[in-house]
């Protein structure tokens, strides 16, 4: 199994950018798929959760992003999504997805996100 981010750029403050999270492999059954999430880590900090996404659709953020990010996932596509909107320089971090899938958990490779004030 593996997740594929796409999605990230070099953005201006205000701006916006929407990442997606593709899992592809040995997925046998749509309820394999459990919560999916994004992280991100900035230069020198640690790595943070930025938003996540129930099997069920609950979501949650941090609250650096609260009414500028949302997530969501389309189980079809075994795909997330975190659109994000009114970017700030200080969202500038590679973000990385996470999911459970069979009760495994899955990180992908990152995908960087600037954003220029």
């Known amino acids: 199994v593996q997740l594929v981010e796409s999605g990230g750029g070099l953005v201006q403050a205000g701006g916006s950018l929407r990442l997606s999270c593709a899992a592809s492999?040995?997925?046998?059954?749509?309820?394999?798929?459990?919560?999916m999430g994004w992280y991100r880590q900035a230069a020198g900090k640690q790595r943070e959760l930025v938003a996540a996404?129930?099997?069920?659709?609950?979501?949650n953020y941090a609250d650096s992003v609260k009414g500028r990010f949302t997530v969501s996932r389309d189980k079809a596509k075994n795909t997330a999504y975190l659109q994000m909107n009114s970017l700030k320089a200080e969202d500038t971090a590679v973000y990385y997805c996470?999911?459970?899938?069979?009760?495994?958990?899955?990180w992908g490779q990152g995908t960087q996100v600037t954003v220029s004030s």
């Open positions: 996470n999911a459970d899938i069979e009760s495994n958990n899955y």
């Open positions: 492999g040995s997925i046998f059954s749509i309820n394999a798929m459990g919560a």
């Open positions: 996404v129930t099997r069920g659709g609950t979501t």
